[in-house]
Nanobody
């Protein structure tokens, strides 16, 4: 079992930056570094969508086309944390942002259905 808590959301203007954080705590003996960590978002009336993912030792990252070049995912395994740096924010980035943990040991995946643990989400609102 992993508990995830996101923070860092807020109301900003188009072109601004935000940094989201996700703190993880594991009740089992499995180390944080053994999880693939993903960021997803969900806008009102839309399905949850993939934003970014980072592999166990940060060697692999993937991004949605819509955020590529503007968002950067990173992790600090010593702090049990994953981050999402969001630059040049646009109104279409407005959504609730979730971090999620995947127990996979072989694949870095983008589909939300494959993730095992989720945070409660943090709201990001970008005004034009």
């Amino acid at each position: 079992q992993v508990q995830l808590v996101e923070s860092g959301g807020g109301l900003v203007q188009a072109g601004d930056s935000l940094r989201l954080s996700c703190a993880a705590s594991a009740a089992s003996g499995r180390a944080f570094s053994n999880y693939v960590m993903g960021w997803f978002r969900q806008a009102p009336g839309k399905e949850r969508e993939f934003v970014a993912v980072i592999s166990w030792a940060s060697r692999t990252t993937y991004y949605a086309d819509s955020v590529k070049g503007r968002f950067t995912v990173s992790r600090d395994n010593a702090k049990n944390a994953v981050y999402l740096q969001m630059n040049n924010l646009k109104p279409e980035d407005t959504a609730v942002y979730y971090c999620a943990a995947d127990r996979s040991t072989v694949a870095v995946r983008k589909t939300p259905q494959t993730y095992d643990y989720w945070g409660q989400g943090t709201q990001v609102t970008v005004s034009s």
